[in-house]
């Protein structure tokens, strides 16, 4: 079974920057919706940013500005760079290819990695 695999995690002081990448094991992204959500400890689910296989993206209100979501098809590999981090991003952080995106939301996830933890200190 295909599997995602997370990479470039961290411990970063506030202000500092992370990118994040996401690839398959053994096949290629052909679901519509590619994207990123985060969990902290004791926190809902939160959908961070999606791209839909046409391009769009979208982000959540509170990463907006800050992070920006993309895609190398060649080295299929899917990526998230984070800049200006702080505190309140700390979470484990989540790539999943899903059915569809819904905002900055992944919808009928078909896969999911095991996460990576970014932790910003203050």
């Known amino acids: 079974q295909a599997q995602l695999v997370e990479s470039g995690g961290g411990s970063v002081q506030a202000g500092g920057s992370l990118r994040l990448s996401c690839a398959p094991s053994s096949y290629t992204y052909k679901e519509t919706c590619l994207g990123w959500f985060r969990q902290a400890p004791g926190k809902e689910r939160e959908g961070v940013a999606t791209r839909a296989s046409h391009g769009t993206t979208n982000y959540s209100d509170s990463v907006k500005g800050r992070f920006t979501i993309s895609q190398d098809n060649a080295k299929n590999t899917l990526y998230l760079q984070m800049n200006s981090l702080k505190p309140e991003d700390t979470a484990m952080y989540y790539c999943?290819?899903?059915?569809?995106?819904?905002?900055?939301?992944?919808?009928?996830?078909?896969?999911r990695g095991r996460g990576t933890q970014v932790t910003v200190s203050s």
């Open positions: 999943a290819a899903a059915g569809y995106c819904s905002g900055a939301q992944l919808r009928d996830i078909v896969y």
